[in-house]
């Protein structure tokens, strides 16, 4: 049996919580690239493809909404369902990291 989306699950990929980080506060695409960019230091590269796939899947599912910015660009934000999505996955995965770091403290 085929795996339910993450979209549908709210287990989002890396990509999907990156871009709900980005729109905490409202931004257009190339900006949110931008600014996962330069917050992470280059850690964090999405390429325009992977970026506006993810996009459109969290709009889709109702994790952000376009907003009319005054911009000739798309300009959007979290919804209220996208910040809990965002909160949940991030407690999610602070939990991997703490079961990863106690197994590694055992070694």
């Known amino acids: ?23 905490v506060t409202p931004r257009h695409g190339y900006a949110a690239m931008q600014y996962l960019s330069e917050v992470s230091n280059g850690e964090i590269e999405i390429g325009p493809a992977s970026l506006y796939t993810t996009l459109k899947k969290l709009l889709e599912n109702g994790f952000i909404e376009e907003i009319d910015s005054g911009e000739s660009k798309r300009t959007y934000r979290l919804t209220s369902v996208g910040h809990d999505i965002l909160i949940r996955n991030i407690d999610h995965r602070q939990r ?12």
């Open 1 to 23: 049996m085929a795996r339910a989306s993450g979209f549908r699950s709210g287990e989002l990929t890396d990509t999907a919580v990156q871009v709900l980080m980005a729109l």
């Open 96 to 107: 991997l990291l703490d079961v990863a770091k106690h197994i590694m403290e055992e070694q």
